[in-house]
């Protein structure tokens, strides 16, 4: 634990801890995140933040994990998934094959999503993700072989994140990057 003076009173001294669970809702995800995220918080006047070591790499495989989860995407994870990916909507809608119209639509929620189009946003979403999350297993196939639910009628449990070591291939060096536990 270390210790820092307090910027918000001056008075008392900020501790820091890593967290063996932190949960919060991201890109329309609820996330478990275990012993990572690092809680700095003041004695003296309650103050407390929260840091979230390598966020950009969480994001992203939050946005292929999301993109594996068989339940219809809302227009808030497609911005999300977008975001992830470093886009802005002309760019999405590039890769995407469509207009940058469509991906306006997509991202507020109207209606004409149907699911072949929701698997080619989560095919191409993960094609262009798989390299930057290479802790993740992924199945092009999975996808290919999904029943998409109503998202009115399912709901989606929590999934816990981890950051991991992996050894390099072929580097010999170690990795670290985000895994998928388990579903909490």
């Known amino acids: 634990m270390t210790e ?4 918000a009173c001056g ?9 063996p669970e932190y949960s919060e ?12 995220v690092i809680r700095e918080y003041c004695n003296e006047c309650g103050d407390e933040t929260f840091e979230m070591p390598d966020s950009q790499n969480l994001y992203k495989a939050i946005a292929m ?8 995407l809302s227009g808030e ?16 809608a590039a890769a995407m094959d469509v207009s940058p119209e469509m991906i306006s639509r997509w991202e507020n929620g109207c209606p004409g999503t149907g699911s072949v189009t929701e698997k080619l946003l989560r095919h191409n979403a993960c094609a262009l993700l798989h390299k930057a999350v290479p802790t993740l297993r992924y199945d ?18 929590s999934v816990v994140f981890e950051r991991i070591a992996q050894r390099g291939i072929g580097s010999g060096s170690d990795l670290r990057g985000w895994d998928r536990v388990q579903a909490a």
């Open 11 to 19: 008075m008392g001294r900020l501790r820091a801890e890593v967290l």
């Open 65 to 72: 994990v999301r993109s594996l989860i068989p339940v219809q």
């Open 77 to 92: 994870e497609v911005r999300f998934i977008r975001k992830a990916l470093g886009m802005n909507g002309r760019q999405f």
């Open 4 to 7: 820092t003076k307090c910027g």
């Open 140 to 157: 092009h196939a999975e996808i290919a072989h999904m029943q998409i639910l109503r998202s009115d009628m399912v709901g989606i449990d």
């Open 25 to 36: 809702t991201i890109g329309g995800l609820p996330v478990v995140i275990k012993n990572a």
